[in-house]
C-alpha cells in the first residue's frame, strides 16, 4: 500500500534540536525522513528569522533543509489567525510567536506541526484549541506531535 506523503511544519526547536543532546536522536530522524523524502518539509521565514542568532551548525541545517522544503511566507491570512489564536486565549501576546508557527502551518496546508515547544505549541491543553479555532476560522485541524512522534521506525531497534 502506498503511503501519502504528508506536508510537515517544522518549527525552530526542530532545527536545534539537531544539536541538543535531549531531542537530537528524534530530531535526526525525522531530518532523516525528509531528505529521503518520507514527508515533505514546509517551514517559514518565522523559522528563518528566529534562527538568525542561532549557532553557525544551527544555521547550516536549515540553509541545507531548504533543498528540501517549502517556505510559508506571512500573510494576513495568517495574521488573522494568529490573532485568533491569540483572541481565544491559548497563548498570550508574549508567545505570539508560537501562535504564528500553528497559523502557518495550518494555512500552509500541514497535516503536522513537529516541534519541541511543549509548553505553547505541542501541549494537551493547547491543541484542540488550536484546531477548535481552526474549525471555527473555516480551516481543517491539525496534527501536533515531537519530532519522536513522527517518525517511521523500520525495525524496533530504532526505538
Known sequence: MNRRILNVYADTSVFGGVFDDEFTRASQLFFDMVRRGDVNLVTSVVVREELGPAPAEVVSLFEE?????AIVEITQEALQLQEAYMSAQIVSEQW????????????GDCSIIVSWNFRHIVHFSKIPLYNAVNTLSGYSGIAIHSPVETIYYEDEEDL
Open 65 to 69: 533543509m531548504l533543498n528540501f522544503a
Open 96 to 107: 505570539a510567536a508560537d501562535a504564528l508557527h500553528v497559523a502557518l502551518a495550518t494555512i
